[in-house]
T-cell receptor
Framework: GQSLEQPSEVTAVEGAIVQINCTYQ??????LSWYQQHDGGAPTFLSY????GLEETGRFSSFLSRSDSYGYLLLQELQMKDSASYFC???????????FGSGTRLQVQP | GAGVSQSPSNKVTEKGKDVELRCDPI?????LYWYRQRLGQGLEFLIY????????KSGLPSDRFSAERTGESVSTLTIQRTQQEDSAVYLC???????????????FGPGTRLTVL
């Protein structure tokens, strides 16, 4: 099976940089994804790392290290609208569906 | 076209009743997934469809839960004899294919909030 661990909550101020970590245990997987979910909303796809290294998409970057079973989401120039829950997810080699972490609630303060 | 849609958006039912939740995936998406999200928790996989067949039903919590998909489009998740622990948001997602690459990105609907009294 798979398990993913994330911090439950992170607080930061507008304009700052925040890193949300994700460690995982899985027997084999294709890659690590990140989703954002605002309260009452649907999860929306942010990024996907199939290979080790950094993927950058605007203010958001995501990193994966398969040897360390670790990844992170980096959010730069934080804005109030970034307040949301962020989930890491893996798709392992045994199934097509995603296994999600329990999510990190990010609160951006003025 | 439009994104994934789900109906109803909210459903309140009494314990023991049956409920049906509907999902309309993005047109052309062959893969469809159902997840459950309890308050403050992550998403829990229920079942996945590739076309009209369900290769993976491993997440269905009991035989009270079933799902079907017709015409490679609409899917219905049915919960029979609902229990209070079934209360959650039920999310549907679709993807173009069910592979391993970024083109397999799952797009989620807004969910159905089910409350069992």
């Amino acid at each position: 099976g798979q398990s993913l661990e994330q911090p439950s909550e992170v607080t930061a101020v507008e304009g700052a940089i925040v890193q949300i970590n994700c460690t995982y245990q899985t027997s084999g997987f294709y890659g690590l994804s990140w989703y954002q979910q605002h309260d009452g909303g649907a999860p929306t796809f942010l990024s996907y790392n199939a290979l080790d290294g950094l993927e950058e998409t605007g203010r958001f970057s995501s990193f994966l290290s398969r040897s360390d079973s670790y990844g992170y989401l980096l959010l730069q120039e934080l804005q109030m609208k970034d307040s949301a829950s962020y989930f890491c997810a893996v798709k392992d080699t045994g199934r097509r569906a995603l296994t999600f972490g329990s999510g990190t609630r990010l609160q951006v303060q003025p | 076209g439009a994104g994934v849609s789900q109906s109803p958006s909210n459903k309140v039912t009494e314990k023991g009743k049956d409920v049906e939740l509907r999902c309309d995936p993005i047109s052309g998406h062959t893969a469809l997934y159902w997840y459950r999200q309890r308050l403050g928790q992550g998403l829990e996989f229920l079942i996945y469809f590739q076309g009209n067949s369900a290769p993976d039903k491993s997440g269905l919590p009991s035989d009270r839960f079933s799902a079907e998909r017709t015409g490679e489009s609409v899917s219905t998740l049915t919960i029979q004899r609902t229990q209070q622990e079934d209360s959650a948001v039920y999310l549907c997602a679709s993807s173009l294919v069910a592979g391993q690459s970024v083109t397999d990105t799952q797009y989620f609907g807004p969910g159905t909030r089910l409350t069992v009294l």
